[in-house]
């Protein structure tokens, strides 16, 4: 599905913001990167200050930015999950590091748990929007982090097929996690030809400062035959600039460093540009991701990537309400409705994500469900075929037929093909609403989350793989 | 404000759905024209065919749409209300004819009335993002049809000094109507200089035959000095195609015609260009209001407005859900700023709409004005002035300065300028709601209401008219 009707963005504006980009890239550079990236990038023709920040000759971009890889394919461990990146193509699924659980009945946050990740994972593999799953809470009964690292892949990866994301928190957790992953494909030769876990490395504290673990981490799957994320989250107003225009070029300029980076360790490594700027609500200095500036700024930088041609995500679709409500529901569309239009590769944080990233709701999930598909009708747009403007239906209707279109057959045809049915949105009239009990939307997604997760979990791996794998790493989750 | 930053229509597209609605007019025709208007379009070079059907060659309708009213003010009864329509100029209202009033704490839907109409009156008057009142809902309280009318009309001005929309049921009951507008504004030249009401003409019943009875109301008001709203509401798949296109086609046929008449009547009369095609989802029948399809149509129609120049409205921000939940705030997002982005003129129905206009709730009204601002913020967009995407203070912050962007003076200037804060949009962390009690967001919509219409009437009008009125009609609402 290709998005494109939005343009929040100008051809000129466009151009502003990338020239600024260059100039920041050129004048201000980053600071923090490891020694083994100094080594890296001064190589590749960066410029070591004697402040300690490396700085990016324009030149050096354009390069990186030739060598880049343009359309990648992140796998799904099934391939008829393969998403396609590039262009204007849209996907949407999780992502995020909640810290806790949403209980929309007894209206409660609490710590998120491994078994919570993984019944995510399974609600995922269900949901026909949700086309990935990014790691979207830590396991906080985990307090291990090596161990959280290695179970999140597991709570994930045998939860679904679909492509999934997750972030390593030390370089020295990498081998293990590998291994793991290893384990799961079959062997590293299967894995390096479907790699279906992508790893989402906050690589810079904004501003223009690398992080440098996370950098490590970086080379470490690099060489493992990882895609990356290359992700920049600076807060508009705190640690990225304050107009939103300001706080895309940052997040732009941050991006830059990474595909010079990653492209001098491996040319045409897969990366998704991460641009993800966030902004802070500066009365109470906390996020605010439900905003109508949030959405802006996630669709600015869809056409950022489409200017570059490369594949890029941004996070869009959560909400700050606590619940899953009113203000939830009109928070998740307008971000996840602007973002697929303006054509967004990779959109994540689209379902199930409450407190500006602090709550995850497995009933909000499966209502996003819902929200994503209302949204991909939408990026598909208005067909004005010759077919669907022919006055050839009208002229027998109104002039020979009965007046109504009801019965034709371009009318059956059409309701197959043009119209998309919620799973669980209420279109009853007030009368039949009241005949079925007045149902509660948040009940019936709970009941469609108890039926899920009573279903046998397709995506489980073979028992003799998972024998091995419980052998060789303590696995949490039981068999 | 002005949208534009939408487009799901290409220009192709929007040549194609314009040669098939004159298509339509010079082949099909439209049916049950009443006798005078068959002299006024006749007489103007519409073919009465042997079928009763009349027929519009299509230089009829350019000649006509050269004479119609371009940009158009729609005036409030306090002129800072004031409406300018045209170009890409957004504004959003209420509208509609619910049957219903929804009490969203006892999930009850009851018979609306005209305490309830004058009520959502004075919540309008009070929201900042709402900008006019169409009456959103019939006074079932008021049997008689020409009772209700004057009553409804008399609800919602002494309710509001926005503008004011409404509906005459009769041709007879044009009279009095004007009459009592003529009262309210202090007599007939001062209505015409500034008429603050406009009237809703259901003036077909799609497809493609006029409403007689509210053509006769149309010729009426028109000599009265009121702006006219010329409302084509098809339902795709049963009276209008099933296509979203085909019913954009239809809808512009129909609104068309309209400009011919009312052109005809009088050349340059303020008229909107209403296209408002909805659609039925065929497993039900019921429409769907909250859907995707919907908000694309929405859209779609304001592009066909641009395209003729004309002032137009469309239908958006209806929720099919019987309650303020979640669906209703996605559903009610996602046409809202699809109609915004495109630059819809007019957005009706835009707030406190469920059930498919079957319902008007006042706490859903009232959050609306959270959902429009946001929307609004969208409509806005992204400014990449230089100043905004000046690097000078990322300079400054990251080689000089403390590394983060809070204190900086234009951080806290565009605090005030660039970002929308919602009045009851909810933005603390988990732990501050959970201090603070866990408000319920439509408790917090209900504390509003309450304090809203605890609050002196400021619309009301001076106690000698209103008792002027009162003595020449049967007011129903106390004094």
Not at 33 to 51: C, F, H, N, Y
Not at 402 to 412: A, I, K, N, V
Request: with cysteine; glycine share 10%.
């Amino acid at each position: 599905m290709e998005g494109g009707t939005f343009t929040p963005l100008t051809p000129e504006g466009i151009r502003r913001i990338h020239l600024a980009a260059l100039d920041a890239l050129e004048q201000v550079g980053l600071a923090d990167a490891p020694p083994s990236g100094i080594d890296i990038m001064t190589r590749a023709g960066a410029v070591l200050g004697e402040d300690g920040r490396l700085r990016f000759p324009r030149a050096l971009v354009e390069d990186m930015l030739a060598k880049a890889a343009k359309g990648i394919t992140l796998c799904g461990r099934d391939p008829r999950h393969d998403l396609t990146l590039g262009a204007r193509r849209v996907h949407y699924g999780t992502a995020g590091a909640a810290v806790h659980m949403v209980d929309p009945h007894g209206r409660e946050y609490r710590e998120s748990t491994v078994q919570d990740l993984h019944d995510a994972a399974r609600i995922v593999d269900q949901l026909d929007n949700i086309h990935f799953l990014q790691r979207p809470m830590v396991c906080r009964d985990i307090p291990d982090n090596r161990e959280m690292d290695l179970n999140s892949i597991y709570a994930c990866t045998s939860g679904t097929t679909k492509h999934v994301g997750i972030s390593f928190s030390e370089p020295d957790f990498v081998e293990d996690g590998i291994g793991l992953l290893h384990m799961i494909a079959g062997g590293e030769a299967a894995w390096r030809a479907r790699p279906f876990v992508s790893n989402s490395n906050c690589f810079v504290v904004p501003p223009m400062k690398f992080a440098t673990e996370s950098c490590q981490v970086m080379e470490k799957v690099i060489a493992a035959g990882m895609p990356v994320l290359l992700l920049s989250a600076g807060m508009a107003t705190a640690t990225a600039p304050p107009t939103l225009a300001g706080a895309i070029v940052q997040a732009v300029a941050e991006c830059l460093a990474g595909v010079v980076y990653v492209n001098a360790i491996a040319p045409g490594h897969p990366a998704i540009f991460g641009t993800w700027p966030f902004l802070v609500d500066l009365r109470s200095g906390a996020m605010s991701g439900g905003s109508g500036e949030q959405a802006l700024m996630s669709a600015g930088c869809a056409q950022m990537h489409q200017f570059y041609g490369l594949p890029g995500g941004a996070a869009a679709g959560f909400s700050d309400s606590k619940l899953p409500d009113m203000q939830a529901g009109w928070e998740q569309m307008c971000s996840n409705v602007l973002a697929g239009l303006s054509g967004l590769n990779m959109v994540y944080e689209a379902a199930g994500m409450h407190a500006s990233l602090l709550g995850f709701c497995h009933e909000s999930l499966i209502l996003g469900d819902d929200i994503v598909g209302q949204a991909l009708r939408c990026v598909r747009g208005i067909e004005v075929t010759e077919d669907a403007v022919s006055i050839e239906m009208m002229r027998s209707v109104c002039l020979d037929g009965p007046g109504h279109y009801l019965g034709e057959d371009q009318t059956l045809s059409r309701m197959q093909t043009d119209f998309v049915y919620p799973t669980l949105g209420d279109r009853t009239s007030p009368k039949e609403w009241a005949e079925v009990g007045k149902p509660d939307l948040i009940a019936a997604a709970t009941a469609r989350k108890e039926e899920i997760l009573a279903q046998r979990a397709s995506a489980r791996f073979d028992p003799q793989v998972d024998a091995a794998i419980r052998a060789r790493f303590n696995i949490h989750l039981p068999q």
